[in-house]
């Protein structure tokens, strides 16, 4: 059984930073993708970063420059370092792990930017 869970969430003025952390627990292969995806109200989920287990990264547009995801020293942490935040960042944020084509889900974090 494979359990992601985020930690971090928070309410912060727009500009301000916060870091995000999902750790992933069970038996999981080596070879894996961690990566952060956030779900405004009425709004899709969308990617924000993804990392491979060889350190590959992608960003989605929107967080380029002020989002960075790292893996920690335990393989299956990763951590969402949110920079120079918006209001439009405002959104539940969910740790996804994937391998041998099977998803897993955290059960999120809430992240809210006010004005």
């Known amino acids: 059984q494979v359990q992601l869970v985020e930690s971090g969430g928070g309410l912060v003025q727009a500009g301000g930073s916060l870091r995000l952390s999902c750790a992933a627990s069970?038996?999981?292969?080596?070879?894996?993708?961690m990566g952060w995806y956030r779900q405004a109200p009425g709004k899709q989920r969308e990617l924000v970063a993804h990392?491979?287990?060889?350190?590959?990264?992608n960003y989605a547009d929107s967080v380029k420059g002020r989002f960075t995801i790292s893996r920690g020293n335990a393989k299956n942490t990763v951590y969402l370092q949110m920079n120079s935040l918006k209001p439009e960042d405002t959104a539940v944020y969910y740790c996804?792990?994937?391998?041998?084509?099977?998803?897993?889900w955290g059960k999120g974090t809430l992240v809210t930017v006010s004005s």
């Open positions: 990392i491979t287990s060889s350190g590959g990264t």
């Open positions: 069970g038996t999981i292969f080596s070879i894996n993708t």
């Open positions: 996804k792990l994937e391998f041998s084509s099977i998803q897993y």
